[in-house]
């Protein structure tokens, strides 16, 4: 099954907007998990947020969390061109050996 | 700051060769994967590795591939006979339990 399909697939947003990404997944999990990466380099490990947790914060990054209806979303706040990348999420299911199932990906792309 | 090491960051190799892709882990986590990541596709799991054996393996890992732990620290990834479809970004990560750190990656070019 899939897991960590987000949405949109591609945003384009001025420097000093909000960006808001999606992410939905089909089973159950224990964790969720959003990643970021650049431009063919490695993935950062931004924030994991837990099954029993609603919100959780770091820095200017606000992730929720909905388990009624599987979903997620990534909001970056104040956003700056360096934050340009692609933006993942991926869902963790410990009966599925703690493996992360990533996503499409959404695009950020942020103009100055 | 400790990080996931990879080595090397880009090879090139004929079809039907083997290959071996190098990876350290942060020397104090237990569990290591490797992913891979064709152009343009998502992420996929290959493998996880714990306690000095395959814990699990996605479908792609077949029996072209195999892993190793062969000291304390490197990790490595061997495919014995590169396919085409096997050109992608081969990423390693290790976790202390939860969180996954990865490598930079190594981009694995089939001709």
């Known amino acids: 099954s899939q897991q960590g399909e987000e949405d949109p697939q591609a945003l384009s947003i001025q420097e000093g907007e909000n960006a808001t990404m999606n992410c939905s997944y089909k089973?159950?999990?224990?964790?969720l998990q959003w990643y970021r990466q650049n431009s063919g380099r490695g993935l950062v490990h931004l924030i994991l947020i837990r099954s029993n947790e609603r919100e959780k914060h770091s820095g200017r990054l606000r992730v929720t969390l909905d388990t009624s209806k599987k979903s997620s979303s990534l909001l970056i706040t104040a956003s700056r061109a360096a934050d340009t990348a692609s933006y993942f999420c991926a869902a963790v299911s410990y009966n599925q050996g703690g493996k992360l199932i990533f996503g499409q990906g959404t695009e950020l792309s942020v103009k100055p | 700051e400790p990080e996931v090491t990879q080595t090397p960051s880009h090879q090139v190799t004929q079809m039907g060769q083997e290959v071996i892709l190098r990876c350290v882990p942060i020397s104090n986590h237990l569990y290591f994967y490797w992913y891979r990541q064709i152009l343009g596709q998502k992420v996929e799991f290959l493998v996880s590795f714990y306690n000095n054996e395959i814990s699990e393996k996605s479908e792609i890992f077949d029996d072209q591939f195999s892993v190793e732990r062969p000291d304390g620290s490197n990790f490595t990834l061997k495919i014995r006979s590169t396919k085409l479809e096997d050109s992608a970004m081969y990423f390693c990560a290790s976790s202390p339990e939860y969180e996954q750190f990865f490598g930079p990656g190594t981009r694995l070019t089939v001709l």
């Open positions: 089973t159950s999990i224990n964790n």
